[in-house]
């Protein structure tokens, strides 16, 4: 996978926007950014994917910087139970097989 | 939703003993995953399938072994558990890219 970095931790009041940024200089121009969240340990679950246009759904919205260096997931009202392990991962291409390497992803902790 | 199954959830078991961690699906998904996580710690990928009778070692070397005699069917095995094989193991299936993940099997090796 194309190498992605991610803050350890964040906090978050309830209610209130949570923002959690990715860095992936490295992406090639046909990969994709996926993110998926862990909430303690239970089996990752996918949030959203993009290419290169913002992408919303019913989770969570994908802002894709133009230069698809990084990008920024989204969770507009967030609540205690969105508190979880958010990864951002850019899957190995084609050849690859599409694996996934999660990571340590970003530890959202969202509060009262 | 995806529907993917494992049993069993939770398992302690003895050092020595053979054990099978089941995984099931039932979306006729090709690709097949199985990751491990110990506890707060990153999830490895550990063995993969893209269909039936295929079956790969993954980024983690694992002493486990799995097959995939069925689409639906993705059986992991020890076939003698050790405590260093106390671990969470996850399941996964996926149609293309987008994977979806069972509830997992925490096992206990004493």
């Known amino acids: 996978d194309a190498k992605t970095t991610q803050p350890p931790s964040m906090d978050c009041a309830e209610g209130r926007a949570a923002n959690l940024p990715c860095n992936h200089s490295t992406i090639s121009g046909n990969e994709y950014v996926y993110w998926y969240r862990q909430i303690h340990s239970q089996g990752p679950q996918y949030i959203i994917h993009g290419l290169k246009n913002n992408e919303t759904n019913e989770m969570a919205s994908l802002i894709i910087t133009e230069d698809r260096k990084s990008s920024t997931l989204i969770l507009p009202h967030a609540t205690l139970r969105d508190t979880a392990v958010y990864y951002c991962i850019v899957p190995r291409s084609a050849g690859g097989g599409n694996k996934l390497t999660f990571g340590t992803g970003t530890q959202l902790k969202v509060e009262l | 939703e995806a529907d993917i199954y494992q049993t069993p959830r939770y398992l302690v078991i003895g050092t020595g003993k053979k054990i099978t961690l089941e995984c099931s699906q039932t979306m006729g998904h090709d690709k097949m995953y199985w990751y491990q996580q110990d506890p707060g710690m990153e999830l490895h990928l550990i063995h993969y399938?893209?269909?039936?009778?295929?079956?790969e070692k993954g980024d983690l070397s694992s002493e486990s072994t799995v097959s995939r005699i069925r689409t639906e069917h993705f059986p992991l095995t020890l076939e003698s558990a050790r405590p260093s094989h106390t671990s969470q193991y996850l399941c996964a299936s996926s149609p293309g890219v987008k994977q979806y993940f069972g509830p997992g099997t925490r096992l206990t090796v004493t």
């Open positions: 399938s893209y269909g039936v009778n295929s079956t």
